[in-house]
C-alpha cells in the first residue's frame, strides 16, 4: 500500500517560518509532488508542485516565500514556509503521483495543520 504522510505543522507567529515534510512509501516510482492547502470554508488550493525532474511551480499568494524540493532517496517532499502571514493558516496537504503496478495514481495524505497567529 502506498503511504503519504506529512508531518511539520504546528503554530506559529506572523513573520515565522516553518519546514513542511512528506514522507512516500510503498510504490515503485513517484512523478509529481505536491502541496495542497485548506481554511475553513474555502476551497482546497495547489499551493506548490515539483516534478520528477525537479521543476518547480507556486501560487502566487505564496511566491518568494516558499520553497518546494525533494529528497529522491528519501522519497520526501518539503515545503519551507517563510514569512508566514495568518492567511496561510490552512491545514496541509500532500499529494503524489505514485505508480505502485501498471498506472500511476495520486495520493493523499492526511494534512498538517499549519496555524500563523500572535
Known amino acids: 500500500q502506498v503511504q503519504v504522510v506529512e508531518s511539520g505543522g504546528g503554530l506559529v507567529q506572523p513573520g515565522g517560518s516553518l519546514r513542511l515534510s512528506c514522507v512516500v512509501s510503498g510504490g515503485r516510482i513517484t512523478y509529481n509532488m505536491e502541496w495542497y492547502r485548506q481554511a475553513p470554508e474555502n476551497q482546497r488550493e495547489l499551493v506548490a508542485s515539483i516534478t520528477q525532474s525537479g521543476e518547480t511551480k507556486y501560487a502566487d499568494s505564496v511566491k518568494g516565500r516558499f520553497t518546494i524540493s525533494r529528497d529522491y532517496f528519501k522519497n520526501t517532499v518539503y515545503l519551507q514556509m517563510n514569512s508566514l502571514k495568518p492567511e496561510d493558516t490552512a491545514l496541509y496537504y500532500c499529494?503524489?503521483?505514485?505508480?505502485?503496478?501498471?498506472?500511476?495514481?495520486?495520493?493523499w495524505g492526511q494534512g498538517t495543520q499549519v496555524t500563523v497567529s500572535s
Open positions: 499529494k503524489a503521483d505514485v505508480l505502485r503496478m501498471v498506472t500511476p495514481h495520486d495520493y
